[in-house]
């Protein structure tokens, strides 16, 4: 009885893994051994390890480091404040409907308030700075990302700190603390998995962003992801960008192991 | 509960005006009978009306439905199926193995899985377009639906399937009348995560679309590419008012069974 | 006697891969129309003797006979016994008309039969009239009542019965003990109930099986238990006990506490070491002169009924008194029993050897 018949669910499901989980991440190594003409190589490896890739990287992780900590410096005021609302679940959903709503929506509304003679540009005029280029600088970049990745921040840490027990904090303020001493060792250290969560969630795809970079700074940023598109659907050198895909995927794990234990079923 | 000081309102009413504004200002501009989204001159519905009356578009919104609605109902079998098979795994390592690979198409960037899934497509010799498309939105929502269903079939009280053995219930009976009527409001919620998924998603379909096949996401991406046009304003509202439809249906699903908590963020 | 056997248990043991066994070696029949309690504190295996009964796991070695055929490969929902849970596991997403009627719709039963006997299930269990209610809409006593309906309907030849009464406050689990000996009566068919409760043991049952460890320590009437538990874990278990150590002088003479006192048990070997057992209830309290102890009076505790009075003897023996009556504290009071009142435990010995035991002496009483 126990072990007949029960896991007759694992076949579509295992199916579904092999043919679209590991098969592609194979796929992904086997193409990084090949160069444009199908020619087995190591090239692409070495190519990455030139200073032109090692840039691109670099100023990637640096644009998905700034990105985060920007994202994580607004989110987690946010959070907090958030769960001293009184309908704090409503809010909590407005926070995240922004999220439902697709990317490329967002990116391109920025085109317009971000365009020369947009509704950025107009403020600036009024308060008498003058009109600036904002589209297609980094400043726009990041500030779309930031502006796109804050729910994502958000979301987990406020989790994080609704679950908080809230007779914690008076047991610090109780033995003395003051409420900066409270939030450092009490309730920041407790909320450190939604930090963690949320900082994973605003990285990972940070580096990977290629439509904003098109869109929104002109590709004066180039990320791994653009690299990546670049080499798949422009240049059409797949080894390349399989080999790039291959550093990235490596990126991300070690992401996920130094973030540490991730809570199931947060996205 | 203390209450909220001046100055933290002011940071909220910030920051939900910085997430909402983009959005409205874009409807805004769907309105105007200018050109151009700085300048409104006076009101008109004429994009709506020249949206209406452009088949190719209408082709493409058509395209994404099917594809969305096909995607969504083919990977909540799948994923019902995968959260059964991690639910009735018995042994840990075999249920966190499941767990992690069901993961990964979660956590990897939307550049990996279109790069990865184009090279899978291409070396089993699957056309690009509706079928490749089809394939990776539903390989892609499947771990969606998993995490939405498990968490429901876990939460079941284990003596619920004993009981049901007990007055004479066969394994089938078991899955028919207490596993799936039980975790219905679960399947409903991975369904409709999945068709938002599917209705949102760009990055993968960029990748894995071929020359005559395009959903509405890689469209404004080629339109926005062009530079602005108050036709992908008139459509963004109305997915705007779309998505709102859907998030409403999916609140009042997981609201109606008593746990409003824990939406998901959409990535 | 044999055809009164309905379940018989034959050197079963239950083991979880090399952890050790939950269950070793048990054996015991169960006879028809009778009330069962297995009682012990938890991880006793109390509640795998039941899950075994009802096959919701297979022994691991011993053979489980339901009608004198072997059941150990055949899987709970092809057996004619029926539980109640603990948690009563109800399916939320059915109302109390459905939940009581799943047995019966797995059997494809005709609506208007069905009809029939949820309607009177329910009234058995005095629900008539909630055919339509939710299960979210019923009280914990309630939900009680609809899982054993839910069992009974089925017509079972045996229930199993999981501490179904812990999750009710004092007063309801009181009134359900009543309800639940008096429904077994009418439906006439075998009871088994699980609990770590041995107030609830003693006042359901027809027979009582105390588990220890996986092992059955003691099995009998409520009174039999009561009255000559079979070592220390039974008397400390059930009820509460002076177990103070002794030594068995000749038969009929004991010796404890300093003193040699009459007794009524025999059997044992001239001058072994014993533990003597006196029940609270059983010490009364007299002036320190006429007492056949004399203790301390160390502290006492109001508790309703009875004062509970703790004291101690000049050996250092705890002694604890149910007395209707005020002792003072620090004072010297006496102690008096009956001979009856002393029952004295060999230590080490099993059901069997007791029983032997017993029998012998008895017999060689009516000799005398």
């Known amino acids: 009885m126990k072990t007949r018949s029960r896991n007759i669910y694992l076949i579509p499901y295992v199916i579904w893994i092999a043919l679209f989980v590991v098969t592609p991440i194979l796929l992904v190594l086997y193409y990084s051994f090949f160069d444009i003409d199908g020619q087995f190589t190591f090239e692409n490896y070495k190519k990455f390890f030139t200073p032109v890739y090692l840039k691109m990287t670099f100023s990637s992780f640096w644009y998905a480091f700034l990105i985060t900590v920007i994202t994580l410096f607004i989110s987690y005021p946010t959070a907090y404040l958030l769960t001293k609302t009184k309908h704090k679940q409503l809010w909590l959903l407005l926070i995240i409907i922004p999220s439902w709503i697709n990317l490329l929506l967002k990116a391109y509304a920025f085109i317009g308030i971000f365009g020369t003679y947009g509704a950025a540009n107009s403020f600036l005029g009024i308060i008498g700075i003058g009109s600036k280029q904002i589209l297609f600088t980094d400043f726009s970049f990041i500030f779309v990302s930031v502006y796109i990745f804050l729910p994502f921040m958000i979301l987990p840490i406020f989790n994080a700190l609704d679950e908080l027990n809230p007779s914690l904090v008076d047991a610090s303020n109780d033995l003395g603390a003051s409420r900066w001493t409270t939030f450092q060792r009490v309730i920041f250290p407790l909320t450190l998995d939604g930090v963690k969560s949320g900082c994973q969630i605003v990285f990972i795809p940070a580096l990977s962003l290629f439509m904003l970079t098109r869109l929104i700074s002109g590709n004066r940023v180039i990320t791994l992801g653009t690299a990546i598109e670049q080499h798949f659907l422009v240049t059409q050198d797949w080894g390349m960008g399989a080999t790039i895909a291959v550093f990235l995927i490596i990126a991300m794990v070690l992401i996920m192991v130094l973030t540490g234990k991730r809570k199931r079923g947060i996205l | ?267 | 006697m044999k055809d009164q056997t309905i379940i018989r248990f034959e050197q079963v043991t239950k083991q979880y891969d090399d952890d050790p066994a939950v269950l070793n070696e048990v054996s015991f029949e169960i006879e028809r129309g009778k009330f069962y309690t297995l009682l012990g504190p938890s991880g006793c295996g109390k509640t795998t003797i039941l899950r075994l009964i009802a096959g919701f796991i297979e022994p691991s070695k011993g053979k489980i006979y339901i009608n004198e055929k072997i059941v150990n490969d055949v899987p709970a929902n092809k057996r004619q016994v029926n539980t109640v849970f603990q948690d009563y596991a109800l399916f939320p997403h059915l109302n109390v008309f459905e939940n009581v009627a799943f047995g019966l719709r797995i059997k494809k039963l005709k609506n208007n039969v069905i009809e029939q006997k949820v309607k009177e299930a329910l009234r058995f269990v005095n629900l008539e009239g909630y055919e339509n209610r939710e299960i979210r809409e019923m009280s914990g006593g309630q939900r009680q009542r609809v899982a054993i309906a839910r069992a009974i309907v089925n017509e079972p030849e045996v229930i199993l019965l999981d501490e179904p009464l812990s999750a009710l406050d004092l007063k309801l689990r009181t009134e359900m003990q009543y309800e639940l000996r008096e429904l077994q009566r009418r439906l006439g068919i075998t009871f088994i109930f699980v609990t770590h409760d041995q107030e609830e043991a003693l006042a359901m049952s027809d027979e009582i099986f105390v588990l220890n460890n996986g092992i059955i320590e003691q099995s009998g009437t409520p009174t039999d238990i009561y009255d000559e538990p079979i070592n220390r874990f039974v008397a400390d278990f059930i009820g509460e006990s002076n177990i103070v150590p002794g030594i068995m002088v000749k038969d009929f003479s004991v010796q404890f506490a300093g003193k040699t006192f009459e007794c009524v048990d025999g059997g044992f070997d001239p001058n072994e070491a014993v533990e003597i057992v006196i029940r609270p209830e059983d010490l009364e309290i007299t002036k320190p002169e006429n007492g056949k102890l004399r203790v301390h009076v160390d502290s006492q505790l109001f508790r309703g009924v009875h004062y509970e009075i703790s004291c101690d003897d000049q050996d250092g023996n705890e002694w604890l008194v149910h007395s209707t009556r005020k002792a003072i504290v620090g004072e010297e009071i006496g102690l008096t029993f009956d001979p009856e009142a002393i029952h004295v435990m060999r230590h080490g010995e099993t059901e069997e050897e007791f029983d032997k035991r017993l029998e012998a002496y008895e017999e060689g009483n009516y000799e005398n």
Not at chain 2, 6 to 35: D, H, Q, R, W
Not at chain 2, 38 to 62: A, C, H, M, P
Not at chain 2, 105 to 119: E, K
Not at chain 2, 195 to 216: E, H, I, M, P, Q
């Open chain 2, 1 to 267: 509960m203390k209450k909220i000081s001046k100055l933290s309102t002011i940071y909220l009413i910030v920051m939900f005006f910085i997430l909402y504004a983009p959005i409205f200002y874009l409807m805004f501009y769907s309105f105007n009978s200018g050109e151009t989204m700085y300048q409104f001159e006076s009101f008109t519905l004429d994009w709506y009306k020249e949206l209406f009356g452009n088949t190719r578009l209408l082709i493409i919104v058509l395209n994404t439905a099917i594809i969305a609605l096909l995607s969504a109902t083919i990977s909540t079998i799948l994923g019902v199926a995968g959260a059964l098979a991690i639910y009735y795994a018995r042994r840990r390592r075999v249920k966190n193995t499941l767990l992690s690979l069901n993961n990964v198409l979660i956590v990897s960037p939307d550049v990996i899985i279109g790069a990865s899934f184009l090279i899978l497509f291409t070396m089993i010799g699957i056309k690009l377009g509706f079928i490749s498309v089809l394939l990776a939105h539903i390989a892609f929502s499947v771990p969606i639906v998993v995490i939405m269903v498990l968490p429901k079939i876990e939460e079941m009280n284990t003596s619920m399937i004993y009981a049901a053995l007990d007055l004479g219930a066969s394994r089938w009976n078991v899955l028919t009348k207490v596993i799936l009527p039980y975790i219905t409001p679960g399947i409903f919620a991975g369904f409709f995560m999945a068709l938002t998924y599917s209705l949102d998603d760009f990055a993968v379909t960029f990748f894995v679309t071929g020359n005559g096949f395009t959903t509405l996401s890689v469209e404004i991406y080629s339109l926005a590419r062009r530079g602005v046009s108050l036709n992908i304003n008139a459509l963004s509202s109305l997915l705007f008012v779309f998505t709102m439809l859907l998030v409403v249906g999916y609140y009042f699903i997981t609201k109606r069974n008593n746990r409003p908590n824990r939406l998901g963020v959409r990535q």
